[in-house]
């Protein structure tokens, strides 16, 4: 049997019809620009549309398919993920794919921290949202899909889920991320969960785990204790860029990952091999 092996046909996503939540900044903003830079036609969501109006204006800027277009919206609660779904309905009978990319973190003292903006919040945020949106859209993603093209799901959980380090440079003296790092190793559970349920379905679900990106999530970080102190322990001597995310990103949703389902890959530069002493030994 011949295949057609020539790039332009393993990794073509021209036409395809792409989601990103937490789209307007970040990460998602970049793996957006990828799509779109290749012929898909994007949509992005978040809550700030001032700032999803920015981002779809440089999106469009480098767009070589249709132009991108933006939906309002919040999926901190299923309600949130629900009112996504219905817009997305209003404008698309079909999805090719779901980036669930949405993503918060909370730091505070390992003795109050709080539940609901600490806690509840985060969940709701990193690990609710994907299992409201996969399912809210999988008949869309399902549709007219095979196993030569399948529906894709990815999503975004981070090093952080494999790294148990909640005090350090990403939040301030005396805090912890000490929701976000479960919260990430959820997100890594999940998708194997969804890659099992959705697998007869040809539907893929893949996660990727990034390490530090320049993003609104890091910048506390960045600023506060400067680049070289994330680069100094990267063995790649540098954080992630947008054509790390996006070009990975392009990869799962391409004809080249159709057999690829239920992975977790971590996009780090190495630095998991890295031993951080970025906290002191804990008194209690």
């Not at 012929?39 to 978040?46: E, F, P, S």
């Not at 697998?199 to 390490?211: D, E, K």
Request: net charge positive; hydrophobic share 40%.
């Amino acid at each position: 049997m011949s295949s057609d092996l020539r790039l332009e046909s393993l990794f073509r996503v021209t036409g395809k019809i792409v989601l990103v939540t937490g789209g307007g900044s970040g990460i998602g903003k970049m793996m957006a620009s990828g799509f779109a830079q290749n012929g898909a036609k994007v949509y992005i969501a978040a809550r700030k549309e001032n700032q999803l109006k920015e981002a779809v204006e440089d999106i469009n800027k480098l767009a070589t398919g249709p132009k991108a277009d933006y939906i309002v919206a919040n999926v901190g609660s299923k309600a949130g993920c629900n009112a996504l779904i219905a817009e997305f309905r209003k404008r698309e009978n079909k999805l090719h794919v779901l980036v669930n990319n949405s993503g918060i973190t909370w730091g505070g003292p390992f003795h109050d921290l709080p539940e609901e903006k600490g806690w509840d919040n985060v969940f709701n945020v990193n690990v609710k949202s994907i299992f409201y949106m996969t399912a809210g859209l999988s008949d869309l993603l399902i549709k007219d899909s095979n196993n030569v093209d399948p529906g894709r799901v990815i999503n975004i959980s981070s090093t952080a889920s494999v790294g148990p380090s909640s005090e350090g440079a990403l939040s301030a003296d005396g805090n912890g991320t000490w929701s976000y790092q479960p919260s990430k190793a959820a997100v890594n559970h999940l998708t194997s969960q969804l890659a099992l349920k959705l697998s007869s379905s040809n539907v893929t679900v893949n996660a990727i785990l990034p390490g530090v990106f320049p993003s609104k999530m890091t910048a506390f970080g960045l600023k506060t204790a400067g680049e070289e102190a994330f680069t100094s322990n990267q063995p790649s001597g540098r954080f992630g860029a947008p054509s790390d995310i996006a070009g990975l990103a392009l990869f799962l949703a391409s004809p080249a990952a159709a057999h690829i389902t239920g992975t977790h890959t971590l996009l780090d530069g190495g630095s998991r091999y890295v031993y951080h002493g970025i906290a002191p030994a804990l008194k209690l």
